[in-house]
């Protein structure tokens, strides 16, 4: 059974940059391509982007200019950058294994179970 | 404002069927796959339906999903209390070259 942890720090400061790192354990990351998503308190869920084990991305329009998702196929991880955050951007983050094809990208089968990321000073 | 359009709310006594809403665009419900998540209060989302009407193994079949043209639907057949939760779709939009969802709709068994 594929199981996704997210990991980073709970709270970031305004202008500054939030990390967090999901790893992969059960299963091998490569062969899929891997999401993060993002709800804010009591709202609704907001897909932020994906990469494949090969390194290929997708971003969010909206999110675009501020994010970097990464790979690490050596430790069965991956990442999200977000820079220059402010209080829009507190949120319980969740990283998913995505699909296996880019005809299926949103099939969403494997969660972690997230993380809140505050963004305060 | 979501790319997907659902209902924010739904209700039913227990027993009844429910249907819910998902309205999109010919750039992603019309021609690419929709998804369904359940997120139960507190938990993370879980795939319900994939692929427009298929179910993962262990999701029970009152759960049912169809689509045709630009819209879909999940159905909740035999609505148990187990049932409470907030419900998604989701598709890949052409257009935009993301995932996007609808801003979900919270189920309440009556």
């Known amino acids: 059974q594929v199981q996704l942890q997210e990991s980073g720090p709970g709270l970031v400061k305004p202008s500054e940059t939030l990390s967090l790192t999901c790893t992969v354990s059960g299963g091998s990351i490569s062969s899929y391509y891997w999401s993060w998503m993002r709800q804010p308190p009591g709202k609704g869920l907001e897909w932020i982007g994906n990469?494949?084990?090969?390194?290929?991305?997708y971003y969010s329009p909206s999110l675009k200019s501020r994010v970097t998702i990464s790979v690490d196929m050596s430790r069965n991880q991956f990442s999200l950058k977000l820079n220059f955050v402010t209080a829009a951007d507190t949120a319980v983050y969740y990283c998913?294994?995505?699909?296996?094809?880019?005809?299926?990208?949103?099939?969403?089968?494997?969660w972690g179970q997230g993380i809140l990321v505050t963004v305060s000073s | 404002q979501s790319a997907l359009t659902q209902p924010p709310s739904a209700s039913a006594t227990p027993g009844q069927r429910i249907t819910i809403s998902c309205s999109g665009s010919?750039?992603?419900?019309?021609?690419?796959?929709v998804y369904w998540y359940q997120q139960l209060p507190g938990t993370a989302p879980t795939l319900l339906i994939y692929?427009?009407?298929q179910r993962p193994s262990g999701v029970p079949d009152r759960f049912s999903g169809s689509k045709s043209g630009t819209s879909a639907s999940l159905a909740i057949s035999g609505l148990r209390s187990e049932d409470e939760a907030d419900y998604y779709c989701a598709a890949w939009d052409d257009s935009l070259s993301g995932v996007v969802f609808g801003g979900g709709t919270k189920v309440a068994v009556l």
């Open positions: 990469i494949h084990y090969s390194g290929t991305t």
């Open positions: 010919s750039s992603n419900i019309g021609t690419n796959f």
């Open positions: 692929r427009n009407h």
């Open positions: 998913a294994r995505d699909s296996y094809s880019h005809s299926y990208i949103g099939w969403f089968d494997f």
